[in-house]
């Protein structure tokens, strides 16, 4: 099994940065972490929870257009951690940010991990 632990989340203001990290840790973690495609959600206040950013296990990125140019997610095979840069924060980048791993073994398999949610909040 997989426990996935976040940090970095906190109160910035407008145009400041903060940097997330999602550490895979049990007894499985290095090998789901090693096959996963690992992505970063955010919950803003009254929405629902949305995809902003993947990266597969080959390093392949994608980014939702709010945050593309701005967000930069990487991972760290080393560490099991997958990083989320982000800099030039506005007051609409607000919300709960959870890690998030698809870990498919097989063709056949497909298994969710989640991590517990860090709050962001940017003031203007």
């Known amino acids: 099994q997989v426990i996935l632990v976040e940090s970095g989340g906190g109160l910035v203001h407008a145009g400041g940065s903060l940097r997330l990290s999602c550490t895979a840790t049990?007894?499985?973690?290095?090998?789901?972490?090693?096959?996963?495609?690992m992505s970063w959600y955010r919950q803003s206040p009254g929405d629902q929870r949305r995809r902003i950013t993947h990266?597969?296990?080959?390093?392949?990125?994608d980014y939702t257009d709010s945050v593309r140019g701005r967000f930069t997610i990487s991972r760290d095979s080393a560490k099991n951690t997958v990083i989320l840069q982000m800099n030039d924060l506005n007051p609409e980048d607000t919300g709960v940010y959870s890690c998030y791993a698809d870990y498919r073994p097989t063709v056949d398999e497909q298994y969710d991990y989640w991590g517990q949610g860090t709050q962001v909040t940017v003031s203007s």
């Open positions: 049990g007894t499985a973690a290095r090998h789901i972490f090693r096959i996963s495609d």
């Open positions: 990266i597969t296990a080959d390093g392949r990125t």
